[in-house]
């Protein structure tokens, strides 16, 4: 059996973070290509998790096809995962953002509720003011009859008490 081909992790153009997360999705991708070769009677995964082990270990990474296999079907899962949290947030920020839109159109309809309320109240004290100036009219009127009345009376009681004597 030929060993596996493998590559200098500086030939990969990648940064030392990228590299390391490589190579750690790569073991995930074989430590999950043996569970389930395990599961098919194929003993295939374990010596190609020692291989990746030791590439690993002399700043190398595999090349052959299985890895590479494994480690593609890996990313493609990842990647499906990644994506579905993406949607999945992407749905809460709408609901979150619907949510804020209809507090804030709410908001906004009983604020205008309570300007046309208050309008309301305005136009109803202009309304009494107007009632009380004539109100306050009326009552000057009155208070000029009555005074004449009185004085009227005055000059009644005036006039009988000299026709009297």
Do not use: C, W
Request: glycine share 8%; hydrophobic share 35%.
């Amino acid at each position: 059996m030929s060993s596996p081909q493998s590559i200098p992790d500086t030939q990969l153009g990648l940064s030392s973070d990228e590299v390391q997360i490589l190579r750690q999705h790569q073991q995930i991708a074989l430590s999950q290509a043996a569970g389930s070769s395990r599961g098919r009677g194929i003993g295939r995964g374990s010596s190609s998790s020692r291989a990746t082990s030791a590439a690993s270990s002399h700043g190398r990474l595999l090349l052959d096809p299985s890895s590479l296999q494994a480690l593609g079907y890996h990313f493609d899962r990842l990647m499906q995962a990644i994506q579905g949290r993406v949607e999945a947030l992407t749905q809460q920020t709408q609901i979150s953002t619907q949510a804020q839109y209809d507090r804030a159109g709410n908001a906004i309809a009983i604020a205008d509720a309570e300007i046309a309320r208050f309008r309301s109240i305005l136009q109803q004290i202009d309304e009494l003011e107007v009632e009380f100036d004539k109100v306050r009219h009326i009552r000057d009127i009155v208070k000029g009859f009555r005074a004449r009345v009185e004085g009227l009376e005055k000059r009644v009681d005036r006039g009988s008490s000299r026709k009297s004597r």
